[in-house]
């Protein structure tokens, strides 16, 4: 069993979280930017430098005929602000312009570009002063809803982050994340049961619930509405990851044929 695999099974090994205990102490605003990152005004050198050269790494292994030209790399999230936790990851986007793409290849380029950087993003585990790197491509055309950016090409802030103190009802907070954390548990049990088709079907039919309710969030109340801390408690409480694992392993075993389901095979073919 490979490390990924095991990391997956790993986390269905560990106690199931109890959703009447939902932990949403993490998206309580600090009041300095991650002090590992930041010195004064500017990330560490140190870290820039690092930050610089895994996006042009990556970017360079794609091995782009007449490639775009990076228009800038940014550091966006919470990392970029100051709603960050010890499970924060180090967002990172590349900015290219869309528009200069091939046009007749253009879904085709953004289709290998989403592909990529999932892959990317599975496959490594690199670290930035302990935050875990997470890679995009992004559209330069596309507006993007941060409370903070950062032009790593340009070293200073595009959009500086500001402090809010919001008065945020905690309580809805957990009481949605719970809810859609019991959809996650019953993925899960129906994996268990070994309906492994229901498990893939409902852990799809979740996934886009979440990322409907996120993106109405943003689009309404921006990075501090209930829809997107309710998707911040649910990826710090390990909960996308374990949705992203029901999926991956409903699919792998219902595609798969064991020892048991050949000889039924062989034995209805004779």
Known sequence: ??????????????ELADPQFVDTSSLISKKTLAPELWERDSLHPDVLAAALRVARD???????LNSPIIIDIILTGSLASYNWSEMSDFDL????DFN???????????????EKTRSWNSLHDILLKGYEVELYIQDSNESHIS??????????????????????DYKI?????????EEVDNAYDLYAEKDFAGAKEL?????QKIKRYRKAGLETGGIYSIENLVFKTLRRN???????????????SLMSLNERDKKYITYKND
Do not use: C
Request: proline share 1%; charged share 30%.
């Open 203 to 207: 852990s799809e039919i979740i996934m």
């Open 93 to 96: 986007h590349i900015l290219i």
């Open 58 to 64: 990556f970017f360079d292994s794609l091995n782009l």
């Open 147 to 168: 409370n903070g950016v950062y032009s790593l090409m340009e070293n200073r802030w595009i959009k500086r982050p500001v402090n809010y103190k919001l008065d945020i």
């Open 1 to 14: 069993m490979d490390s990924n695999n095991w990391n997956n099974w790993k986390i269905f090994l560990d």
């Open 100 to 114: 200069k793409l091939e046009q007749e290849n253009r879904e085709l380029l953004e289709d290998y570009f989403k």
């Open 238 to 252: 390990e909960y996308l990851k374990k949705l992203s694992s029901i999926k991956t392993l409903a699919y792998d």
């Open 173 to 181: 907070v957990k009481e949605k994340a719970a809810k859609l954390m």
